[in-house]
C-alpha cells in the first residue's frame, strides 16, 4: 500500500516539541507570571551593636521609634504583596490610601489628668465630715478575703470632696468627669457615710430594723455587676464574708427564687438594681 499523506495541523494543534513546554500563540501577552515580581534574597540584618540607631536609643533600650517605623514597613510590605494589580489606576489609589496611613494611623498620646486632692478619708473623718468607720472601710490595697483592715489611707479628688458635701446637704447633685476618675466613690462614699450614721441614731434611740437604705439603679446588668465588685472590694475585704459593716445584694430579674427570697427575709441596706429589674 502506498503510504498515507501527513495532514497539516494548525499551530495550536501541533505537539510541542521534546523538551519543551506547550505554547500558545499570543500567550505571553496573558501570562500571569510576566507580572510576578521578581524574589531577591533577604538582606543580611545588620549588626546592631555598631549600626548607628536612627534615634540613638542607648544600648540595652528599646528604640520604640524605629522598632514602630520597622513594623509598619513589614505590613506595607505583606499588604502589596498579597496582590498582583495590573492597573495602574488601582496601583495608584492603593500607594495613595497606605501613603495616607489608613491602616496605621499616627499613635493616640495623651496625658493623664491630675485632680486636685480633696484630702484623705481619715483627714474627712477628723473633720467630722464622714462617720469613723469609713476610714477602716476605705482603705486602698487590702488584702484580698482578710479580716483585717490592713490597706494605706485612701485620697479623695476635690470633686469626690464635694460630692459628699452635697449629699449631706440633701441636695440632688449631677458629677460629670473623665473616665477612670473615681465617679463610683462619689456616691458610694456618701451612702455608705448615711447608712452608718443613719444606723447609730437608731440604735441610740432603740428603733433599729432592717431594711434597704439605698437603691442604686445602672442601665445594665455588666455595671451592676461592676460596682458589687467594687462594694465588696470595700465591705468584704478586711471584715470578711457575713460580717459586712455594711450590707449590699444585687436584684436584676434574673436571680433565683430562693434568692429573692432570702432579699425578703434579709434586706440588705444598700440594693444594686437596673431599669428593668
Known sequence: MPPRSATPCAPWQRPPAPGTAPTVDA?????????????APAPVLPD????HRIHDAPLGVMDVFSLHEQLISEYRDFTQGGTVLRDERIAAYLKQDLDAKSQWPDPWLSLNPFFASGGTVPELVSEGLLHPET???????KKEGSTVCD????TLHRHQREAIETAQSGRSYVLTTGTGSGKSLSYIVPIVDRVLKERDREKAGGNHSKRVRAIIVHPM??????QLNELRKFLVDGYGQGREPVTFARYTGQESEEARK????DPP???LTNYSA
Do not use: E, K
Request: aromatic content about 8%.
Open 269 to 271: 441596706d444598700i440594693l
Open 221 to 226: 446588668n455588666a455595671l451592676a455587676n461592676s
Open 135 to 141: 476610714a477602716r472601710i476605705f482603705q486602698a490595697q
Open 262 to 265: 432570702r432579699l425578703r427575709d
Open 48 to 51: 546592631s551593636t555598631t549600626v
Open 151 to 154: 490597706g494605706r489611707p485612701l
Open 27 to 39: 500567550w505571553a501577552d496573558f501570562d500571569p507570571r510576566a507580572h510576578l515580581p521578581v524574589p
